[in-house]
């Protein structure tokens, strides 16, 4: 456990952030620095706390992430485009945030002198199209030129190799995380469970890209969080990348939204339409080098995870 630490979290009010946030927050000091487009933030119940710091910024403008970073003993860097709809619409900025962003963070955190942890957010997409129990050692895949769904992944694995590039060079702590497909309460955006979750709550059609055979492993928040800790708690993480998944929770998008529709009795029709992109066709992760490593096992199963996600969309504040 981490006491009386300055920790800087980039991306801090998206909802991985948010759920890291409540486990640190009581005894150590936390800055947040994003630019609020997306925003868990704000409703949670950390947004006044005395040990929160709230930096309106953005990654790319270097100068004031380095002065705000001032002081940092453990950074996270969270901040990145994602969704796959944001992507293919703005894929020069998907590459500029994701990589310019990743590097403006490193160099901010070399320049002030971090210390005990700097956390870079990758992605499970640097594996392809074809990820079945991807270890960390396997080959990471770039996809074809032109494509946009491929600028995601290629901008993550930059910054990850520059990451790397970083511990290597200037013996900065970092530890790479590749998320596989997390959700949970807190979330925004273009989430698939949290999506489907929405709109079995109001009975309308979930709406499916492609023919629904597409295969996730699906990770709760708090199992991610979890690891996340470890990653930033354990010297035996320092230079290393995990995979950060549940690879017990493995269904098709077309059986997700099935699950969540009998989970939560809802009336929803499911429909297919067109996929908007070259897609993923299967995405599972190894997760033995965090169990060997770290210690870490995910928890949370996913119909527990659909009713707690659920439950939370329910509460009155958190109504749109």
């Not at 946030?21 to 487009?37: A, C, P, Q, S």
């Not at 597409?214 to 969080?225: G, K, L």
């Not at 979890?226 to 269904?251: W, Y």
């Not at 099935?258 to 029709?269: E, F, G, N």
Request: charged fraction near 20%.
């Amino acid at each position: 456990m981490l006491y009386n630490k300055n920790i800087f979290i980039t991306g801090g009010a998206g909802f991985i952030a948010n759920t890291l946030i409540g486990h640190y927050i009581e005894n150590n000091k936390i800055t947040v620095y994003d630019n609020f487009h997306r925003d868990t933030l704000s409703k949670s119940p950390y947004a006044n706390h005395p040990n929160i710091k709230i930096v309106k910024g953005d990654v790319l403008d270097f100068d004031l992430l380095t002065q705000s970073m001032a002081g940092a003993d453990v950074v996270v860097h969270a901040a990145g485009i994602a969704g796959i709809d944001t992507v293919i619409k703005d894929p020069v900025k998907t590459m500029r945030v994701n990589m310019i962003g990743t590097s403006n963070a490193l160099e901010a955190a070399r320049i002030n002198g971090v210390k005990d942890r700097f956390i870079d957010f990758s992605t499970s997409e640097v594996f392809g199209s074809m990820a079945f129990r991807s270890s960390e050692e396997d080959q990471t895949v770039s996809g074809s030129a032109g494509e946009a769904r491929w600028t995601y992944a290629v901008s993550k694995l930059a910054g990850e190799h520059l990451a790397h590039a970083y511990f290597s060079q200037y013996k900065l702590p970092v530890v790479t995380v590749r998320p596989f497909n997390v959700y949970g309460p807190g979330q925004t955006g273009e989430g698939a469970i949290q999506i489907f979750i929405k709109r079995a709550l109001a009975n309308q059609n979930i709406k499916i890209d492609g023919d629904g055979n597409q295969i996730r492993a699906w990770c709760f928040v708090d199992d991610f969080v979890d690891c996340l800790v470890r990653c930033i708690e354990d010297p035996k993480a320092i230079g290393n990348s995990f995979n950060l998944g549940n690879a017990r929770a493995v269904i098709t998008i077309l059986g997700l939204a099935q699950t969540v529709c009998r989970v939560l009795k809802s009336d929803s029709k499911i429909v297919f339409e067109p996929p908007l992109s070259a897609d993923i066709a299967i995405r599972i992760p190894s997760v033995r080098k965090a169990e060997e490593v770290l210690g870490f096992k995910a928890q949370v199963d996913l119909e527990e995870g659909i009713v707690r996600t659920a439950n939370w969309m329910k509460e009155p504040f958190l109504s749109n």
